[in-house]
């Protein structure tokens, strides 16, 4: 177990040694992360094997090795993080280059309008969307504070009558008690 987990240890300390020196290597950028893939392959399987035979280890030994078998998979999962951070960081890179390119290589003419605009539509779509949304709003809340004028118009119409009903028959009846008793 000791001589995989060297071995594994060594193979750690070369990867991250191979990531420092990432950014001076020019060409063979497909071969350098496919070494970089199997490197880590090759650790993530010894990292398997040391698990297993962690278990075979005596007990007296058992937990430095968990330790280090622990540290093993820390590292390598630190490894695989750069990795992909790198990867994506190259992706980004190359896309771009490549809007970086289209962008230079297109042709403007004065005649052709398709060509002189500037890309920016999805600025524009949200702008008019918010207008149109802005326009719609303010056309909803003047129709319903006429319909609440036209409702409190005839709220008020209804208690009118209510009120001088109530009077009317309040005056009956004191006309009522008045007059009989």
Same mark, same amino acid.
């Given at each position: !177990? #000791?001589?995989?987990?060297?071995?594994?240890?060594?193979? =750690?300390?070369?990867? *991250? #040694?191979? /990531?420092?020196?990432?950014?001076?290597? =020019?060409?063979?950028?497909?071969?350098?992360?496919?070494?970089? *893939? #199997?490197?880590?392959?090759?650790?993530? +399987?010894?990292?398997?094997?040391?698990?297993?035979?962690?278990?075979?280890?005596?007990?007296?030994?058992?937990?430095?090795?968990?330790?280090?078998? $622990?540290?093993?998979?820390?590292?390598?999962?630190?490894? *695989?993080?750069?990795?992909?951070?790198?990867?994506?960081?190259?992706?980004?890179? +190359?896309?771009?280059?490549? #809007?970086?390119? *289209?962008?230079?290589?297109?042709? /403007?003419?004065?005649?052709?309008?398709?060509?002189?605009?500037?890309?920016? $539509?999805?600025?524009?779509?949200?702008?008019?969307?918010? =207008?149109?949304?802005?326009?719609?709003?303010?056309?909803?809340?003047?129709?319903?504070?006429?319909?609440? !004028?036209?409702?409190?118009?005839?709220? =008020?119409?209804?208690? +009118?009558?209510?009120?001088?009903?109530? !009077?009317?028959?309040?005056?009956?009846?004191? /006309?009522?008690?008045?007059?009989? /008793?």
């Amino acid at each position: !177990m #000791e001589a995989l987990y060297h071995q594994t240890n060594r193979m =750690v300390l070369e990867t *991250q #040694e191979y /990531f420092h020196n990432l950014d001076r290597i =020019v060409g063979n950028e497909n071969e350098t992360d496919k070494e970089i *893939q #199997e490197r880590l392959n090759s650790i993530s +399987k010894n990292c398997e094997k040391l698990s297993v035979m962690l278990f075979k280890e005596p007990l007296a030994k058992r937990h430095n090795s968990k330790l280090k078998l $622990d540290q093993l998979k820390y590292d390598l999962q630190h490894l *695989q993080a750069a990795f992909r951070n790198y990867q994506f960081a190259k992706q980004r890179k +190359k896309q771009d280059e490549i #809007e970086r390119e *289209q962008l230079l290589s297109r042709r /403007f003419t004065a005649t052709d309008s398709e060509n002189t605009t500037i890309l920016i $539509d999805h600025n524009l779509q949200h702008q008019q969307s918010l =207008v149109v949304s802005q326009t719609y709003f303010c056309g909803l809340y003047w129709c319903l504070s006429n319909t609440t !004028m036209r409702l409190i118009e005839k709220r =008020v119409k209804e208690d +009118k009558y209510i009120l001088l009903g109530g !009077m009317a028959v309040t005056l009956v009846i004191i /006309f009522i008690v008045i007059v009989y /008793f």
